[in-house]
T-cell receptor
Framework: KAGVTQTPRYLIKTRGQQVTLSCSPI?????VSWYQQTPGQGLQFLFE???????NKGNFPGRFSGRQFSNSRSEMNVSTLELGDSALYLC???????????FGPGTRLLVL | AQKVTQAQTEISVVEKEDVTLDCVYE???????LFWYKQPPSGELVFLIR??????QNEISGRYSWNFQKSTSSFNFTITASQVVDSAVYFC???????????FGKGTRLSVIA
């Protein structure tokens, strides 16, 4: 079975721009979660989606948003990028809610 | 509030040595889950183990073993006869009953030197 895939793998943007990251979960997995990883803050939870509904949201500003489609694929969007948004964004999927999460390779975002 | 502490920031060992990575957690829930993930330089988090709070039995998987002690709120991870391929950052994580989001520790960077 193919693992979680994330596109793009690397991205360079400038301050003020917006960005959309994509995540395709493992086939059959219905829950998708997003995490941000930075050297200073470590791994922090962004959102969780299940059946196209946001189930949980972490403590991030409204510039961070996401959605899930009917095929369980998910996207997250960051508007008005700031330098501090530079991070590795990791997507994880699980078969159902509350089950083990399996992570993708991440998208490395650099904001200049 | 939930919290995971990995006090060891970096550990360096010589190949074939045994090494233990410490994890201490805090939670008010009686039902919770503990995890270990490995992050090699490629960046992907690789799932290693999940444990629920009612199962304190130690687990061994090949060269890996885990020691869960509720009395000390610890979930330590031991690698026996370490290998260079074990070099990575290892994260301990916690999720509470009914709540999927993982709370991660800061990670321990393990370097195994040949």
């Amino acid at each position: 079975k193919a693992g979680v895939t994330q596109t793009p793998r690397y991205l360079i943007k400038t301050r003020g721009q917006q960005v959309t990251l994509s995540c395709s979960p493992i086939s059959g997995h219905r829950s998708v979660s997003w995490y941000q990883q930075t050297p200073g803050q470590g791994l922090q939870f962004l959102f969780e989606y299940f059946s196209e509904t946001q189930r949980n949201k972490g403590n991030f500003p409204g510039r961070f948003s996401g959605r899930q489609f009917s095929n369980s694929r998910s996207e997250m969007n960051v508007s008005t990028l700031e330098l501090g948004d530079s991070a590795l964004y990791l997507c994880a999927s699980s078969p159902e809610l509350l089950e083990t999460q399996y992570f993708g390779p991440g998208t490395r975002l650099l904001v200049l | 509030a939930q919290k995971v502490t990995q006090a060891q920031t970096e550990i360096s060992v010589v190949e074939k040595e045994d090494v233990t990575l410490d994890c201490v957690y805090e939670t008010r829930d009686t039902t919770y889950y503990l995890f270990w993930y490995k992050q090699p330089p490629s960046g992907e988090l690789v799932f290693l183990i999940r444990r629920n709070s009612f199962d304190e039995q130690n687990e061994i998987s090949g060269r890996y073993s885990w020691n869960f002690q509720k009395s000390t709120s610890s979930f330590n991870f031991t690698i026996t006869a370490s290998q260079v391929v074990d070099s990575a950052v290892y994260f301990c994580a916690l999720s509470e009953e009914g709540n999927t989001p993982l709370v991660f520790g800061k990670g321990t960077r393990l370097s195994v030197i040949a």
